[in-house]
Structure formats: C-alpha cells, structure tokens
C-alpha cells in the first residue's frame, strides 16, 4: 500500500535526529499530493522545528490538499514552538496519517478532525514504536542504559593475560566513538579502568563528549588515569565503606558517589538510580565482563551492541564477554529480541533489545 510505503520513508527521515534532539523524540514527516512527494522533514536537534513544520517548509503551496504522514501524533502544545496542529491547519492539509499517539501532546489529533482534517492512526506503529523507545523512557523518568561489548568470534574481550589492543577494527572503533556522543554518560569498572586505561571519549573535535563513569570500589585508580582528564567530567562510584579518599580526587570536574558495592552488584539497579537522580538519562556501559554481568541480569539494560572481530582467542583463563554466575538453565538464559546485523570492515556488529523479566 501507497499508506505504508509514504509512512516507512517517515521513519526513515525520523532516524536522521539520532543523538540530536533527545530528550524529544525522533519523528520523520512526508507529504504527498497527487502520488508524489512534495515535502519532507524531521526534527533534526533539540530546539528546533518538529518535523511537521520543516515539511510543510519543504512542501510550501503544494501543501494545500496534500496527505501528510508523520511517526508521531502532531502536536497542539505551546512549548519552545507553536503547536504543529495549527500549521497543518493553516496549510490546508486533506489528510493526517500518524503511526504513533503522544500522550504528551494534549489532544493533537481531536483538533485536527475539529477543523476538517481526517486523521488517521496506528499506520506502522510497530515500526514506529522502536524510534521512541528512549523518548518513552523519559517520560517515566527511567534512563536508556545499553551495553557496548567488542569481543571475538569465541567470546572473549581479552586475553589471559588482560591484552585487548586491538580486538575490533578501527572502523569498529570510530563507530563506538561516535556512540558515545549521542549518550549522556559512558560507564567501566575497575578493572577496564586500571587495564586499558581509556579516555572514553568521542575523540571528535565536533562531537559531544559524554560525563565518564568509572565504579571503583576501593578508590584504586592512580592519579595519572586518563580518566582524570578533567576535560570532562567523571564521576567515581565507590565503596561507601572506605574511609581515606585520596586528595588528588577532590579537584573540579571529579564527582564522588558512595554507594554500598556489595548490593550494587546484585542490583545494578542501585547505580542507575544514583545517575538517573543527577539527570543523567542515557547510560552506556562499556565494560568490563562482570559489570556487564551484573547489569544484564539486573533487568536493567535496554539495548546491546556486539562488535565480534574474526579473530580466536581461546583459553579457559581468557576473559569472557559476559561474566558473573551465568544461568543454570537454558531456560533462564536472557533473550534478544529485534536483532539487525551489520557488516563494519571486517567485524559483524550484532545489535538488539534485551528482553527484562
């Protein structure tokens, strides 16, 4: 159908904002006259005009009597801009086809059909349900938290003796860095922290730099970490056990947070509390393979990105992607649900959403 064909090029141009316009949501918009395409747009960063509007910009007197498709009920709210119901009013859109309702947009549709719009919803919800899922959480005041794992072919994100330079391609690489730019923090552990010593950066002149999150315990890391670039801001997670805090830690940019380890590592959800009450909304966690343990099995993760390199480590003493306990049963295993591939150089980069109980 013409309808589905007009609403996927919407979801399509909706993705096109990914990393820009949170905390809105992404939302493409189309419109058609006479079987063809006179206008397109999407939100493009935060701020800025919704979709609707930068479409009916596009499409200008070709507008009137047209069809307009868009991934999210227009709306009828006054906010940083007017609301996208009267604009599509004033041009003399025929038809509104949505694919998803916003119960943050005070009745957008009932003002259109006030008006002599017929509007329409539900067209490719499904679809259109996965480029919100952030924006959703928000509403609820929950954090997106996603885990970032570069391992090989037979699992492993280092070897026995905890080398891991290079698993993944440097096209891998330029890739996660530019992921971390469109989350609000990047988390390690320990052990990540003191081996690999990362900057966790985007290393990008233009990109935004995410907030570092380190969980270090006993408060081990040397002065000379990179984590400590006080470029960016870190925040260290400790034990709230321990007594002396090293005094190269208390300089700008550094934030301590105390929390009991012990009960962090069977709920994670602890730690994402403690980030989500400093409005920090967007969480990715980076590693190393018992953080990522204890966040999976946490029910706190939403999305997962595997980088798997075509290389094989081996050994029983190298150091899996995932750590911790394990299941007992297969049963009990978590599953994945939504999962695409892609081909990055020569890593395969599997991503999906991680199905909580």
């Known amino acids: 159908m013409n309808n589905e064909k007009y609403m996927k090029i919407a979801i399509k141009l909706a993705s096109k904002g990914k990393g820009e316009v949170y905390t809105n949501p992404l939302v493409g918009c189309v419109i058609v006259k006479d079987n063809k395409i006179v206008g397109k747009g ?24 047209a069809d307009l498709y868009v991934t999210l009920e227009p709306c009828n709210s006054y906010g940083k801009k007017s609301p996208c119901t009267l604009a ?3 041009a003399g859109i025929k038809n509104v086809y949505y694919a998803m309702s916003d119960s943050n947009v005070s009745c957008g549709k009932e003002v259109l059909k006030k008006n002599g719009v017929r509007v329409f919803g539900g067209l490719l ?17 929950k954090p997106k938290v996603s885990i970032k794992v570069g391992m090989t072919l037979d699992g492993k994100i280092a070897t026995c003796k905890y080398d891991s330079k290079w698993i993944t391609s440097e096209k891998s690489r330029a890739f996660v860095h530019k992921m971390r730019s469109q989350y609000d923090a990047v988390l390690v552990g320990t052990n990540t922290a003191l081996k690999d010593n ?5 290393h990008s002149k233009t990109l ?18 990179h984590l400590f670039d006080t470029t960016v801001p870190t925040i260290i997670i400790y034990n709230s056990n321990v007594a002396n805090i090293p005094s190269y830690l208390n300089k700008k940019g550094i934030i301590l947070i105390p929390v009991d380890i012990n009960m962090a590592k069977k709920d994670f959800g602890i730690i994402i509390k403690k980030l989500n009450s ?7 966690i980076e590693g190393g393979s018992e953080v990522i343990a204890s966040a999976l099995f946490s029910n706190v993760i939403d999305d997962v990105y595997f980088f798997i390199a075509p290389k094989i480590i081996g050994g029983k003493f190298a150091v899996p992607s995932v750590g911790g306990q394990g299941v007992e049963k297969i049963c009990e295993s978590l599953l994945v649900k939504n999962m695409k591939t892609r081909k990055i150089d020569s890593d395969l980069l599997i991503t999906g959403s991680i199905v909580n109980k």
């Open 42 to 65: 999407w939100h493009q960063y935060f701020g800025g005009n919704h979709a609707e509007i930068n479409a009916l910009i596009d499409a200008g007197e070709n507008a009137k009597g």
């Open 278 to 284: 400093l409005s920090i909304k967007r969480i990715l």
């Open 125 to 141: 919800k499904k679809q259109a349900r996965i480029l919100v899922k952030d924006y959703l959480k928000y509403l609820k005041n």
């Open 208 to 225: 935004r730099n995410p907030i570092r999150v380190v969980i270090d315990a006993k408060l081990e890391l040397p002065n000379s970490s």
């Open 198 to 202: 990362p900057f966790l950066k985007t």
């Open 88 to 90: 599509i009013i004033k």
